[in-house]
């Protein structure tokens, strides 16, 4: 029986052919996983940048109808002027942005967050005709940004690592850089010399 396993014509892959198929996967994984990490962080960016922008989409719709932005029920219930936003993460916390009218929180702006996505969101209780936002997802590179005076979308990239920095967001004082676009219709040097 063994004879017959050894017969000519019969052979398996040598290891020079072997050795090839190995290098041969060992380039393609090398090319694969980065590629595959990066997808993994663009589709948590771009699940933080939804958020942000539903936000603002809220917020607007909010302040068509009662001509003053919601705030957080933490800034509602504060009594000095400075504002400090509830800090969000979603969606398991079912949290709400509530509107605060004569310090009686009686209207809700609810806010749906994805999950992983850390969002902080701050309105001045006192005139409530501003707000600032600011998102991030806890395994994504980029932190965005909105306020009530542009309609861009502020990012911030240079300085986050994936995995950190989700649970302290820079609202006070901190605006990320607008974000460029590349749509054809707007002149980037004339809108800036304005």
Same mark, same amino acid.
């Given at each position: ?68 932005? &919601? #705030?957080?029920?933490? %800034? ?7 504002? @400090? ?6 969606? +398991? *916390? ?33 005139? &409530? #005709?501003?707000?600032? %936002? ?7 590179? @980029? ?6 005076? +542009? *309609? ?43």
């Amino acid at each position: 029986m063994l004879q017959r396993m050894h017969q000519k014509g019969q052979g398996g892959f040598t290891l020079v052919e072997l050795m090839i198929v190995v290098a041969i996967i060992g380039i393609l994984a090398a090319v694969a996983i980065p590629q595959f990490a990066q997808y993994r962080i663009r589709g948590f960016n771009s699940s933080a940048l939804s958020d942000v922008r539903n936000l603002t989409t809220a917020q607007e719709a909010f302040f068509a109808d009662w001509l003053r932005y &919601a #705030v957080t029920h933490e %800034a509602a219930d504060v009594t000095e002027v400075k504002a @400090t936003g509830d800090l969000l993460e979603g969606p +398991s *916390t079912g949290a709400m942005v509530l509107a605060q009218w004569a310090r009686q929180a009686h209207q809700q702006l609810p806010l749906a967050i994805g999950n992983g996505v850390v969002m902080q969101a701050d309105v001045i209780p006192a005139t &409530a #005709v501003s707000y600032v %936002a600011i998102s991030k997802h806890l395994q994504g590179n @980029t932190m965005y940004g909105a306020t009530n005076t +542009s *309609t861009a979308i502020h990012r911030d990239q240079e300085t986050l690592v994936p995995g950190q920095g989700g649970d302290v967001l820079p609202i006070t004082g901190y605006m990320p850089e607008p974000h460029e676009t590349d749509d054809p219709f707007i002149d980037h040097e004339e809108f800036e010399a304005q």
